[in-house]
């Protein structure tokens, strides 16, 4: 079980595919200055866990679920998140596009990730959340939900800011609206949604291990 793996290692393993990952697929991107853009993310995102590990004992399955989220997210740097070919993978493998067995008209794996922002990391969220702010009961769960929420909302204004500045081409790949004026709106929706599911998993796992 995850649980049964020794943290130093699962942490190593798991940095060490994510460097060749992005090593790999920092070579010849779609577009090299979208690519610059989203991993600002990843620029940020290292120093904050190196500061916060200090602080909080984060779980195996925190680990995990960070690092499932990055692993896309480079995926998406890589294509940018409207042409991501997951529809040419799918074909390959099965003979028919994904999209066309669901009914999609357009590339939605910038929804996907927007979706598992929120099912991925309210985990890790909630444990900073119980482990700094000592806080139990409704709030423990309330809290990181309002963060995943939150902010969603201020990276979609960061989206539009950084559209408005560079303009163009470069603004229009980062955004990756597609023509739907109410990406943004979806995006938010989805990544709140993924967050209460994750609330209502962790609300059920919790309440089972206090009836054993």
Avoid at 25 to 41: F, G, K, T
Avoid at 165 to 184: H, K, P
């Amino acid at each position: 079980m995850l649980n049964d793996i020794k943290q130093p290692r699962l942490v190593k393993t798991l940095l060490i595919i994510f460097i060749v990952e992005w090593l790999v697929l920092a070579i010849n991107p779609y577009y090299r200055s979208d690519w610059l853009l989203e991993n600002v993310l990843v620029v940020i995102y290292f120093p904050v866990i190196i500061a916060l590990r200090k602080r909080v004992t984060f779980s195996n399955l925190s680990y995990l679920l960070m690092f499932i989220f990055l692993f896309l997210h480079i995926i998406g740097a890589h294509y940018t998140y409207a042409e991501v070919p997951y529809d040419k993978w799918f074909k390959a493998i099965t003979g028919n596009t994904l999209n066309g067995l669901i009914g999609f008209e357009r590339n939605h794996f910038d929804r996907l990730v927007h979706l598992l922002y929120g099912v991925l990391l309210y985990i890790p969220f909630r444990e900073i959340a119980v482990q700094r702010a000592r806080l139990t009961g409704f709030w423990s769960y309330f809290l990181p939900y309002t963060f995943i929420v939150s902010s969603t909302v201020l990276y979609e204004q960061i989206e539009w800011a950084a559209a408005e500045i560079f303009g163009g081409e470069l603004g229009m790949a980062y955004l990756g609206t597609q023509g739907d004026v109410w990406d943004g709106h979806k995006d938010m929706g989805l990544a709140s949604i993924g967050a209460l599911l994750t609330l209502w998993w962790c609300v059920r796992k919790d309440k089972k291990a206090t009836s054993q």
